[in-house]
């Protein structure tokens, strides 16, 4: 796909997407950082509107990884899985505040035999998202290394890996419960608590979506476009600010309602 292709009227972010449940976000405001949305309307984005976001997608075979990167960039859904060998990648170009950002989802293979080619497109993330069935509580343990009692055999350890190819201070991070649409209310509540618990572990923002009915699906990208979007914003300023005040510390980014931003990841325990 050629990225200078026009942003389509339907990939326009002009206010912050809200979180999909307060107990487990990146953070709650609710608008963009003023800082990001001044330098926005000010054109002072830097190199931030040439640059093309990586964002790469994990989790156990099967749990609907290639389905939800369909559903948002081609809109289709098919119900028969065929295996991503290795990895695969859409483009997808948004407007965010004025400014053109471009997301390259890289969708990455589960199977443990192709882990080995997949991890090697792992570096240089801006977003890890990783996935995992509600349906299915072993792929929600393998979203971390540590292995839940009685769990025994091989651990993919998708957040360990993924994180020892980037710098964890600096990469934001998802995990999304997927096939929504196959669990009941009751059953889903409950899955959920113990959801919610894994993402504040990790430090990642939580959602649940559904590729097959779309529930959450645009809700979600639009989230991270966002989200990846704000985070590149105050790093360009950032490295602004500190070329021309060297010496000087600058901290841009702190209010009690940033849950996870303000304060620099911790090594998670599973990685210890
Ligand atoms: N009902 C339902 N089925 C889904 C959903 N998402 C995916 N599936 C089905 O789950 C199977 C696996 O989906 P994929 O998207 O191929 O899984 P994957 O994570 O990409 O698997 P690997 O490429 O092997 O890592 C397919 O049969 C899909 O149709 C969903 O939201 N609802
Ligand atoms: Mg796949």
């Known amino acids: 796909m050629n990225v200078l292709a026009p942003v389509r009227r339907d ?28 330098a926005c309307q000010e054109q002072r984005t830097g190199t931030v509107g040439f640059k093309i976001s990586k964002i790469i997608v994990v989790g156990d075979l099967s749990v609907g990884k290639t389905c939800l990167i369909n559903r948002f960039c081609k809109d289709t859904f098919d119900k028969n899985y065929k295996a991503t060998i290795g990895v695969d990648f859409e483009m997808e170009r948004f407007e965010v505040l004025g400014v053109p950002f471009s997301l390259q989802l890289w969708d990455t293979a589960g ?46 350890q998708w957040l360990a890996d993924a994180l020892k190819e980037n710098d964890p201070s600096n990469v934001i991070l ?7 649409d196959l669990i009941t209310p009751a059953q889903y509540s409950l899955m959920e608590k113990d959801a919610l618990k894994v993402a504040q572990e990790m430090q990642a923002e939580y959602w649940a979506v559904s590729s097959l009915t779309g529930e959450n699906v645009r809700d979600f990208f639009f989230r991270v476009a966002a989200l990846t979007f704000e985070s590149c914003v105050l790093a360009e300023l950032e490295r602004g600010r ?28 599973c990685c210890q």
Not at 131 to 141: A, K, T
């Open 11 to 38: 990939r326009v972010i002009a206010d912050l997407p809200a979180c999909f449940r307060k107990e487990a976000a990146l953070h709650t405001h609710p608008a963009f950082h003023p800082t990001v949305a001044s």
């Open 111 to 156: 199977q443990e035999r192709f882990k080995c080619i997949a991890s090697t497109y792992y570096r240089g993330a801006q977003a890890i998202v990783i996935v995992f069935d509600v349906n299915d509580v072993g792929s929600l343990e393998h979203t971390r290394a540590r292995p839940a009692a009685g769990d025994s055999g091989s651990h993919r």
């Open 174 to 180: 998802f995990l999304v419960g997927s096939k929504k």
């Open 242 to 269: 500190s070329a021309r005040r060297i010496g000087d510390t600058v901290r841009i980014n702190s209010n009690e309602s940033d849950l996870y931003l303000s304060t620099p990841r911790k090594k998670p325990k």
